[in-house]
């Protein structure tokens, strides 16, 4: 999906790695989306705002990884709260606080144990990148500018976002929402 939320059309890529996010709610997502929008490298932003959750899980659990986002979306929407930003280096991210969807993932990468890349058998920290690979100097002049204004904001994530990375951009597999 590109940065407009567009469906990539055509034949899916044999092999393409599986990406799974925590969806944010609409209005959340076009608030982060402006922001992102606004502030990310335009050359490099191809992708709509997101919270990922994996970032490259083999295509051959996609079976499985179904079932099992399937069975966590039984449960209500998960609370959350965009609770200030995140630094990144060269960089600048919402931080999300989210304790349930903190375990939903825990649950998710028990079940996907030895399967997990290095990247994804990280620290969780859920976030929504807003600007990436910039000048530290212009990370920090946005941080100086856009902290004082941000308040927290509380929401509920809406589902799972399942998608197969390919190329640079994803391909959108699936939506599972919660239905508790």
């Known amino acids: 999906m590109n940065r407009e939320g567009e469906v990539l059309k055509g ?33 490099r932003n191809r992708l709509r705002a997101h919270v990922t959750l994996f970032h490259a899980l083999p295509p051959s659990v ?6 099992v986002l399937a069975d966590l979306a039984r449960a ?10 995140m630094k990144l280096g060269n960089g600048t991210a919402l931080a999300v606080e989210s304790l349930a969807m ?12 030895g399967l997990l890349t290095d990247q ?3 620290p969780l920290r859920l976030h929504v990148t807003i600007q990436n690979k910039v000048p530290p100097a212009k990370a ?4 100086a500018e856009l902290g004082p204004r941000l308040t927290p904001m509380n929401f509920r994530f809406r ?22």
């Open 11 to 43: 034949p899916r890529k044999p092999g393409a790695p599986l990406l799974v996010t925590a969806e944010l709610p609409p209005d959340v997502l076009g608030w982060a989306d402006a922001l992102r929008r606004a502030h990310y490298p335009p050359e």
């Open 62 to 67: 996609e079976v499985e990884l179904t079932e």
């Open 76 to 85: 209500a929407p998960p609370p959350a709260r965009i609770a200030g930003l």
């Open 102 to 113: 903190a375990e939903l993932r825990g649950r998710i990468a028990d079940r996907m144990h």
């Open 120 to 122: 994804d058998n990280r």
């Open 140 to 143: 920090r002049a946005l941080q």
């Open 159 to 180: 589902g799972f976002g399942l998608y197969a990375w390919e190329e640079g951009l994803w391909r959108d597999i699936r939506l599972v929402k919660f239905r508790g």
